[in-house]
């Protein structure tokens, strides 16, 4: 089959979206990132607060300053990867 | 994965950074290698480039109940290695760090060595070893960038661990919390990364297996039965 591997990659995210609905019916969750919950525990391993010995030189002034940083990001990405996918396969048909 | 800013002992920050240096000196050496005598890879190396930042930025739920990110770093290190990866990956934790207070500047040896240099080292040798045993080259793919990911938190587990061991237990209860945190949030993501740069790869292969030729990724013999099995 031509697009069984596309079929799977979609089934699997299909897969993926599918079992977020269902954690999201299924209890209260805060949906927070995991690189925070490191901060709780290192309390609680050491039994002592911790206290970070440096601050980002920069922080985003406010959660939609920092998803515009984040979208550049994707978008950046996006970009590069569209641009010279689409120019290796104008090549491809030119040559063939 | 990242690390936050001040939440490593500054001792272990030096520590990390000294680990990581190596590796992005010879991945310049590599890229400049690279730059001189295959110009025509440089595409693809902005695209695994563009992959890095692409993933790392997309925060996804996950079925534990938190958000995480996966790393896209598995694509870099079968195309280019895992030394020019970390240089890579040493970009996109800069602008993070810097722009987005996600990471950090002090922790950047320790989050550059475990998103760029750990989990690239993996997958590269599970890309190689599954060619040299003959496992099909899209799962061999899969497989390398999945573990790239998972391997990636493991290694931030055991960073924090080895900074943070616990009052009882030590090193190993520490290291069990920490990648418990990761660890259920991960396994989808990193299913999900793999699957996704192992049709990225189908394409590359599609539109220019000649340079993954020259690039040594794949030998003559596979590239021509996969191109043959597109047709």
Do not use: H, N, V, W
């Given at each position: 089959m031509k697009y069984a591997m596309e079929l799977t990659v979609l089934a699997l995210i299909l897969l993926f979206a599918g079992s977020f609905v269902i954690v999201l019916n299924t209890g209260e969750h805060e949906w927070g990132g995991t690189d925070g919950q490191a901060g709780d525990i290192i309390n609680e391993m050491t039994g002592t607060e911790y206290e970070p010995w440096a601050d980002p030189?920069?922080?985003?002034?406010?959660g939609e300053i920092e998803s515009l940083f984040f979208c550049l990001q994707a978008a950046i990405g996006a970009l590069v990867i569209g641009f010279f996918f689409g120019y290796y396969y104008r090549g491809r048909r030119i040559n063939t | 994965m990242h690390i936050m800013?001040?939440?490593?002992p500054p001792a272990w920050c030096l520590f990390w950074f000294l680990v990581s240096a190596p590796f992005v000196v010879y991945g310049m050496y590599q890229l400049r290698i690279l730059m001189r005598e295959?110009?025509?890879a440089l595409p693809l190396l902005a695209v695994a480039g563009a992959f890095i930042f692409v993933l790392s930025s997309l925060k996804l739920p996950s079925v534990s109940g938190s958000c995480s990110h996966p790393t896209g770093t598995g694509l870099g290190a079968v195309l280019f290695g895992p030394f020019i990866t970390s240089i890579l990956g040493l970009i996109v934790l800069l602008y993070q760090a810097v722009f987005l207070a996600h990471g950090g500047l002090t922790t950047l040896g320790a989050n550059l060595f475990s998103m760029g240099i750990a989990g690239p080292l993996l997958a590269y040798a599970v890309y190689r070893g599954g060619q040299k045993v003959g496992l099909n080259t899209y799962l061999t793919v899969f497989l390398a960038a999945a573990l790239a990911d998972l391997f990636t938190y493991v290694v931030t587990a055991a960073q924090l661990a080895l900074a943070f061991p616990a009052e009882a237990g030590g090193f190993v209860t520490s290291f069990l919390a920490f990648a418990g945190v990761y660890a259920v949030t991960q396994v989808p993501l990193a299913i999900i990364e793999g699957a996704v740069i192992a049709l990225t790869f189908k394409y590359i292969i599609d539109v220019r297996s000649e340079i993954l030729v020259r690039l040594g990724v794949l030998s003559d013999a596979v590239a021509a039965r996969l191109q043959g099995a597109r047709a």
């Open positions: 030189i920069y922080e985003p002034a406010s | 800013e001040g939440f490593l295959k110009r025509e």
